[in-house]
């Protein structure tokens, strides 16, 4: 199950945080801010903003998910 979980929430974390940037590159075609992402360039609309959070929030999980069945020697 935990390996399953992990794949699933790493995969969907990464899928929906690149939708998130994509978008906004589409939206803007400001490069500089994706590369520099820690600055503040970033203006990120409604939209994309959850998106980028959700991805960050599934690609967590994954991370904790991982850390569990390392854990647990279930992998």
């Known amino acids: ?10 995969a969907l974390g990464a899928g929906i945080y690149l939708l998130s940037i ?3 590159l589409g939206r ?9 992402f820690w600055s503040v360039k970033m203006r990120l609309n409604p939209t994309e903003f ?3 959070r959700i991805g ?6 994954g991370v904790i998910a ?3 069945n390392v854990m647990l020697m279930l992998g």
């Open 22 to 24: 994509g978008l906004y």
């Open 66 to 68: 991982r850390f569990f």
């Open 1 to 10: 199950m935990l390996p399953t979980a992990e794949t699933l929430f790493l």
């Open 56 to 61: 960050i929030i599934l690609l967590l999980l």
């Open 50 to 52: 959850w998106l980028n």
């Open 28 to 36: 803007t075609r400001d490069l500089r801010g994706v590369v520099f």
